[in-house]
């Protein structure tokens, strides 16, 4: 359902205005007992079954090469990569002070 409201109003005051004119809308259709669907989203996963599985499917299964695999071993060896480097930059910002 798509309901338009039009008002006018004094410069900075459509917000309180737009508030109350939507609570007034609700109210009068929970007094005449319309109700409105609540949002709900159903998430339907189909059991995994090895019945009827080619033996590509099982052995793909096996190999873990996907390309989301691949995109989380490089992200882990770039964080570990960015450690590694602020860990060097701490020592030498560390041996500067002794220095001076």
């Keep these: 359902m798509i309901m338009r409201i039009k008002f006018k109003t004094v410069p900075g005051q459509q917000f309180l205005v737009r508030r109350e004119v939507y609570r007034r809308v609700q109210e009068a259709f929970r007094k005449e007992g319309i109700e409105f669907a609540h949002r709900n989203v159903t998430v339907y996963l189909p059991p995994e079954t090895s019945v009827g599985e080619s033996k590509e499917e099982r ?24 450690i590694a480097e602020e860990e060097e930059a701490a020592k030498k910002g560390g041996k500067e002070k002794d220095e001076r």
Excluded at 60 to 75: F, G, H, I, L
């Design 59 to 82: 052995e793909s299964e096996d190999k873990p090469s996907t390309a989301v695999d691949k995109k989380m071993r490089q992200a882990a060896a770039a964080a570990a990569l960015a």
